[in-house]
């Protein structure tokens, strides 16, 4: 199976670190939104339209990557998994966790896959890195 390792920094968005969310599926996934600058994000449809070309030998048609809207517009990376990823936080901060609008490191495989008329790539959480606290929340 042809799968990639990827790591893409910005913002958390609709982080589920914690406990995982089980409004789609009983089980739960464990997920983070990430919102990276345009370039990372271009970069990540390229690797992803790249790596389903190589594992199905063809560029796939109206394929799904793991790359969402937010209402107002501005596009985030979903990563997911359903098991609890590796969390990196230093000591002090991991009473509190990861908060949406902090700076984070998120590390991943990109999967892809084909079902039925469905095609496209996933973003596998692995870890999540804390880099910096949202300052304006701190403020």
């Not at 913002?11 to 600058?37: E, K, M, N, T, W």
């Amino acid at each position: 199976m042809h799968h990639r390792l990827y790591t893409i920094a910005g913002f958390a968005r609709y982080p589920s670190l914690d406990v995982p969310d089980r409004r789609f599926l009983s089980s739960g996934y464990y997920q983070l939104g990430i919102v990276a600058a345009r370039a990372d994000l271009r970069a990540l449809k390229a690797a992803c339209a790249d790596l389903f070309a190589r594992a199905y030998g063809h560029p796939g048609s109206d394929l799904s990557f793991p790359i969402r809207a937010e209402p107002a517009g501005r596009e985030f990376v979903q990563a997911r998994t359903r098991e609890r990823p590796n969390i990196l936080i230093p000591r002090e901060r991991r009473a509190i966790g990861i908060l949406r609008g902090d700076t984070v490191r998120v590390s991943g495989t990109l999967h892809p896959y084909q079902m039925d008329s469905r095609c496209g790539v996933r973003f596998l959480l692995e870890a999540v890195e804390f880099l910096a606290a949202d300052t304006a929340r701190a403020a």
